[in-house]
């Protein structure tokens, strides 16, 4: 399996505080995803980065930032968090024309 | 916009039949495919990938692909309990010398006793 790790694997935290969610794989992929998760939805892009400095936005990309200096680690940073935020976040990496593999998730809870 | 379009389920189907999961995608250049499982509250897993016409078979799992129908099935055979989950479509579309996977929304698969 790939080896990628997301951390925290479990995170409660308030509304209006900032939190950062780490993504680190092993494989030298390329391309690195972050995904959210909610009941009665599938996968939902949050945002996209195809290399070292460059990323793209997804599809529910408001009030999410992110970042990747370095090839192994791309980060997911909620500046302000919200209720709305509460969700199951998983990252993924892919090389090229290979499958994408997922980390174990992230649950946030925001109260 | 690239879309991955799968019916949503739930599928039911008796233990032991073969059940059969369905994906159109939207963009003719799209070259890698690929079928995930995900159980409740856990991650998505690979299960097949399929690059060109045809089948690929892995085990009680087979592949199909149609690229001119813009066609990706998945058909597991002796259906278990076990394979109760949903099952993520993903099609990894090709631009400008880069490539994005994109998800379906997934079909819930109940394999009753």
């Known amino acids: 399996d790939a080896g990628i790790t997301q951390s925290p694997r479990h995170k409660v935290t308030e509304t209006g505080t900032p939190v950062t969610l780490r993504c680190h794989q092993t494989?030298?992929?390329?391309?690195m995803y972050w995904y959210r998760q909610d009941p009665g939805h599938g996968l939902r892009l949050i945002h996209y980065?195809?290399?070292?400095?460059?990323?793209d936005k997804g599809e529910v990309s408001d009030g999410y930032s992110v970042s990747r200096s370095k090839t192994e680690d791309f980060l997911l940073t909620l500046e302000s968090a919200t209720s709305s935020q509460t969700s199951v976040y998983f990252c993924?990496?892919?090389?090229?024309?290979?499958?994408?593999?997922f980390g174990n998730g992230t649950r946030l809870t925001v109260t | 916009q690239k879309e991955v379009e799968q019916n949503s389920g739930p599928l039911s189907v008796p233990e032991g039949a073969i059940a059969s999961l369905n994906c159109t995608y939207s963009?003719?250049?799209?070259?890698?495919f690929f079928w995930y499982r995900q159980y409740s509250g856990k991650s998505p897993e690979l299960i097949m990938s399929?690059?060109?016409?045809g089948d690929k078979e892995d085990g009680r799992f087979t592949a199909q692909l149609n690229k001119a129908s813009q066609y990706v099935s998945l058909l597991i055979r002796d259906s278990q309990p076990s394979d109760s989950a949903t099952y993520l479509c993903?099609?990894?579309?090709?631009?400008?010398?880069?490539?994005?996977?994109?998800f379906g929304t997934g079909t819930k698969l109940q394999v009753i006793p």
């Open positions: 993924g990496s892919q090389g090229a024309s290979s499958p994408l593999h």
């Open positions: 494989e030298n992929h390329r391309y």
């Open positions: 980065s195809y290399g070292v400095k460059d990323t």
């Open positions: 963009d003719r250049g799209s070259q890698s």
């Open positions: 399929i690059y060109s016409n």
């Open positions: 993903a099609v990894n579309f090709h631009s400008g010398g880069y490539q994005k996977v994109t």
